[in-house]
């Protein structure tokens, strides 16, 4: 009888052992919004998944902890909490990702930023370099041109810079709108979420240089901003029409373009109003994709 205890308990401790190996957890990153600003922040999660368990599993369970939420203090959820998950599949090294419709309560900025924290999410999975989002079955649309995404990997529009200032060059118009000029300015870029954002943003402050002039109206709003095949689209109001004259729209559009298309991932620019393509602005028409002037720089 002791024997037969003994085989027990030895069988029973064996069994623990074996199911606490193979349900520690995997670790993963989850990504979240910082309240204080438009970009990401990571928090590091063990999921529930048994080692080994398929990638498809991990993603689905990831994608559940984006839709929990924070847990972290000064991070902010992304996604509405009446989302749900309608499926998941792994082709490749693909993920397609179909949401229910309460991911579209997110508009503009607040969409782009729980874009990119399920990509990021996902893609930080060994397996998955790039993501399909879907509502109820639908390729997501872009806001900004109407057109499917299709397949997002974490350098599309995302940034993650190793250190806490990047040099950029902005371009300004001279006091005479003759010619532009080129103002570096050093940026706080660490876990920012569009360096194209940033970019336009620091634009629109005008220039530090008081030799340089503001190129664009006071009052003009980015309402969004997204890159596809190397085009960047910028959506803004129509305050950026405002501008008369051929030589100030002429600063006006170029500020924009060349500014952007010093950026690596883009080479050329279509500006939308109120998201709209083809709007006339001085000589210009806001109907194509712009690329840089650099003979306009002194």
């Known amino acids: ?14 069994l623990a052992v074996f199911s606490a190996c193979n349900t520690d957890g995997v ?35 990831a994608v559940n902890e984006l839709i929990e939420g924070p847990k972290a203090e000064g991070s902010k959820s992304v996604i509405s909490k009446s989302a749900k998950l309608i499926s998941l599949a792994v082709n490749g090294n693909v993920a397609t990702v179909n949401m ?7 508009k503009g900025v607040d969409e782009l930023i729980l874009r990119f924290a399920i990509v990021n999410t996902l893609c ?28 997002l990997r974490m350098d599309d529009n995302i940034v993650f810079a190793p250190e806490d200032k990047l040099a950029v060059t902005l371009y300004f118009p001279d006091k005479s709108f003759e010619h532009l000029s080129g103002e570096v300015r050093r940026i706080d870029v660490q876990n920012a979420l569009s360096l194209e954002k940033i970019v336009v943003d620091e634009l629109f402050k005008g ?16 309402l969004s901003i997204e890159v596809k095949d190397k085009v960047c689209f ?39 109003i109120n998201g ?19 003979s306009l720089v002194k």
Do not use: W
């Not at 009888?1 to 064996?14: D, G």
């Not at 220039?207 to 980015?222: D, F, R």
């Not at 393509?277 to 002037?293: C, H, K, M, R, T």
């Open 1 to 14: 009888m002791k024997k037969f205890m003994s085989l027990l308990l030895v069988i029973i401790l064996s």
């Open 27 to 61: 670790k993963i990153k989850v990504f979240f919004k910082n309240s204080a600003k438009n970009e990401l922040r990571e928090e590091t999660r063990t999921i529930d998944a048994e080692k080994g368990a398929s990638v498809r599993t991990i993603a689905k369970l």
């Open 100 to 106: 229910s419709k309460h991911y579209l309560e997110k």
């Open 124 to 151: 930080d999975i060994k397996g998955i370099d790039g993501v399909v989002i879907q509502v109820e079955g639908n390729n997501l649309v872009s806001e900004t041109t109407g057109k499917e995404i299709g397949v």
């Open 207 to 222: 220039p530090q240089n008081k030799e340089l002039s503001a190129s664009v109206p006071q009052g003009t709003k980015l």
């Open 234 to 272: 910028v959506n803004v109001t129509k305050e950026f029409v405002a501008v008369s004259g051929s030589s100030a729209t002429t600063m006006a559009l170029y500020s924009v373009v060349n500014s952007l298309c010093a950026l690596k991932n883009i080479e050329s620019v279509q500006i939308l």
């Open 276 to 294: 709209e393509a083809g709007v006339e602005f001085g000589n210009f028409v806001l109907d194509i994709p712009y690329e840089a002037n650099y």
